[in-house]
């Protein structure tokens, strides 16, 4: 196995990491907090929009049986790229559409599956932003859906690709 890791903020991240956590090729899957200004952010600081992160999911896959394009196409299925100030029903800055690249590959993967989607005809207004600090969630957040048995409302995928 040759695990790398990804990080991808598009929306609530119990809905996110389970799209992710069922993707072919994820080893783990971990929800917190990035792109903010505070150290090791809590839940709530966030939810109140005092520090500037977003939720976000970091994903750990084995790039030989996927790719960072690939879950890339899946970010972009599972949420509304188009979407600036938050996911469906969920409104605020810590839901926004951002990738948080983790090397320059990464980006330019992220800038090519970004074109294709334009080139289709839809609108993308996620960031791309060179990856900080990532601030592991509570436990509660950890597995959401299936600790409660429940399925994602947020994150629907639609095949674009």
Known sequence: ???EKAIFACGCFWGAQYQFEHAKGVVRSTVGYIGGHKEH???????????????????EFD?????????CKLFFEIHDPAQTDGQGPDIGP????????LNEKQKQ???????????????VNTKLTPATTFWEGEEYH??????TG????????????
């Open 150 to 161: 429940g399925e994602p409302y947020c994150h629907i995928r639609t095949k674009k690709f």
């Open 109 to 123: 993967e992220a800038e090519a599956v970004i074109a294709l989607l334009r080139e289709k005809g839809y609108v």
């Open 94 to 101: 810590q839901y926004r559409s951002e990738i948080f690249y």
């Open 63 to 71: 790039a030989e049986q996927t790719s960072f394009t690939e879950l």
């Open 142 to 147: 950890q597995h959401y859906y299936d600790k």
């Open 41 to 59: 952010p809590a839940y709530e600081e966030v939810k109140a929009h005092t520090t500037g992160h977003a939720e976000a999911t970091l994903v």
């Open 1 to 3: 196995m040759k695990i």
